[in-house]
């Protein structure tokens, strides 16, 4: 306990040294975890119904993987997220697609997550970032490709515990809940995740983190090629 108590006290120190970007940079590296592989259900729900979808995720912390195991109908489907570049693999269609830009706001298997979510690197390249009153305040850079007036983040020892995301009028439309953070390898994964559509009641996609396999994904996995295959 101790031994916990002074690595805060460290986090603590480091923190007050940095730039709300470098914050911001460090507290979505310790959300991306090292590189790994695991298993995520994700469980849609909406109003009167709910669906899981177990995924096997393959990511190295910048580059991910995701290939869909249950339900059966959707068995094989698999999305290859490269920097800005995002594949998708459907079997019924049996071909790899590069999705446009302008698909990048849909919801990924219909849920309350955007393919942009998964792109993984828009609130540091898409958003300026100021610090005010412990809270990280993302405003988008001119011409930005965002649906968002604002982004805030809320820190807890320099973990994100909390992203509230407003649309251009300031009304809150999203809400992200981050929970259990895991140490792994010198580095953290959060267990749990929670996106709630504000727009909409009861619409809501919930994430846990299970069988995680610490260490370096092969560079296969990363190759729009083996989406078909497998990695």
């Known amino acids: 306990m101790k031994r916990f108590g002074i690595l805060l006290l460290a986090l603590a120190a480091f923190a007050l040294g940095q730039s709300p970007l470098e914050k911001l940079k460090s507290a979505l590296d310790r959300l991306r975890g090292p590189a790994h592989q695991a298993v995520y259900a994700l469980t849609v729900e909406r109003p009167g119904s709910s669906r899981t979808y177990r995924l096997r995720v393959y990511t190295d912390g910048e580059r991910a993987h995701l290939r869909v195991l249950e339900p059966k109908a959707e068995a094989g489907m698999a999305f290859l997220s490269l920097g800005q570049d995002l594949y998708l693999f459907d079997p ?3 071909r790899t697609l590069r999705l446009p830009p302008s698909g990048r706001s849909e919801r990924f298997l219909g849920s309350d ?15 300026q970032v100021t610090e005010e009153g412990g809270t990280l305040r993302l405003v988008p850079k001119p011409g930005a490709p965002t649906p968002y007036g604002r982004v805030e983040v809320y820190l807890r020892e320099g973990f994100i515990e909390r992203v509230l995301y407003y649309d251009q009028r300031g009304q809150a439309v999203r809400e992200l809940r981050l929970g259990s953070y895991q140490r792994l390898d010198g580095a953290y994964l959060p267990r749990t995740l929670e996106l709630k559509d504000l727009t909409r009641q009861g619409y809501r996609t919930l994430v846990e983190v299970t069988e995680v396999q610490v260490g370096p994904v092969p560079e296969r996995c990363f190759n729009p090629l083996y989406l078909e295959r497998g990695c």
């Open 113 to 127: 997550l955007t393919y942009q979510d998964l792109m993984g690197r828009d609130l540091e390249e898409l958003f």
């Open 92 to 94: 019924r269609l049996g």
